[in-house]
């Protein structure tokens, strides 16, 4: 599991783009395309096989014990409507030390959920894989 924020905007596809031109004339001037200043927070929760549950938190909300508590257990649905082989078997979840994920209603909305939290160190690297293949840059 893990968190980060993005940016709400549609960037132009490569085809809306292209022009006719002569092989002799100056490429085509672009207007550059910047970042708007709307961005949310999206919380993604993944496995081996691939993503099993996004949400996006609404502006102006803040990541609390009882949100994250809701999101745990809307993931306990997900993983027994799509990942019902590996719910069976048991969840281990690994997330950062954030206060929301340590939270007393946190930790017991896990154990009831049968998921066991697996420890993470304070000041370790926070190396997650969505920080690499599902947000490249």
């Known amino acids: 599991m893990d968190e980060t924020w993005i940016y709400q905007f ?30 949310v927070m999206l919380s993604c929760f993944w496995d081996c ?16 014990g009882e949100y994250y508590s809701g999101l745990l257990k ?5 993983l027994a409507r799509r990942r019902r082989e590996k719910f069976r078997s048991g969840v281990l979840i690994l997330y950062d030390n954030a206060p929301a994920h340590r939270a007393r209603q946190t930790v017991e909305t896990a154990e009831r959920c049968g998921f066991e ?21």
């Not at 960037?11 to 200043?37: F, G, H, L, N, Y």
């Not at 190396?127 to 947000?135: K, T, V, Y």
């Open 10 to 39: 549609d960037p132009e596809p490569k085809s809306a783009s292209m022009q006719w031109k002569r092989p002799s004339s100056p490429p085509p001037k672009k207007a550059m395309v910047t970042q708007s200043s709307a961005k």
């Open 49 to 64: 096989d691939g993503i099993i549950m996004t949400d996006y938190m609404e502006k102006g909300k803040t990541v609390t």
């Open 74 to 78: 809307r993931l306990r649905s997900e």
């Open 117 to 137: 939290i697996l420890p993470h160190p304070p000041y370790s690297p926070d190396l997650a894989p969505s920080d690499f293949c599902l947000f490249p840059n």
